[in-house]
């Protein structure tokens, strides 16, 4: 651990950081994978992407996570105008069977969504998936996996996930 799945990718690269990112086959059996057609000023793993044109629901599985185990997920969506649309989809992501937030790609083209929660299970799934309100094909650029110290968070109930919703630097002279 860490693990950063570069999603559309079949290689494994180090990016500017020295974090080490891993092609996707082995964590889902779906989809189709392509390049983003608008040339990204955004780090490397965000410029594939696996969309998914077929199936109500195509989840990511990653395996051998200790049940119980306070993790952070981070699924990051650069559309990039992939499809030659220029008509970003809205769908719905979701962790282990649970709603986690609907996917609504701004006029950047990038979505990021964030995460803490407890695990129960020992295999975590992120699952992206169509919805009657939703249009277009869902898709994902990375997905972020990363143990938590079991100290961190310590008022984090278990039963229930810490969802992101702004991080804020007031005053900060540069990117924190």
């Excluded at 965000?46 to 996570?65: A, D, E, H, M, Q």
């Excluded at 979701?94 to 986690?100: A, H, L, M, S, V």
């Excluded at 990021?112 to 309100?133: D, H, L």
């Amino acid at each position: 651990w860490p693990l950063s799945i570069d999603c559309g990718s079949n290689k494994t690269s180090v990016d500017a950081n020295g974090l080490k990112w891993v092609g996707d086959a082995g964590f889902i059996q779906s989809g189709q994978s392509t390049a983003v057609q608008n040339d990204s000023s955004f780090l490397p793993p965000y410029n594939t992407l696996r969309y998914f044109p077929t199936g109500k629901r195509n989840c990511y599985t990653v395996s051998g996570i200790p049940l119980g185990s306070k993790i952070l997920l981070r699924a990051i969506f650069n559309y990039g105008n992939y499809d030659g649309l220029e008509s970003p989809p809205t769908f719905d992501l979701q962790f282990d069977g649970n709603r986690w937030t609907e996917v609504v790609i701004d006029d950047s083209g990038f979505f990021k969504a964030e995460m803490m929660y407890v695990t129960r299970v020992e295999n975590v799934s992120v699952c992206v998936a169509r919805t009657k309100g939703g249009n277009g094909v869902p898709f994902m650029s990375s997905l972020e996996v990363r143990l938590l110290q079991r100290n961190m968070y310590a008022q984090m109930d278990p039963n229930y996930a810490l969802l992101v919703f702004n991080r804020l630097a007031f005053g900060a002279p540069s990117l924190v």
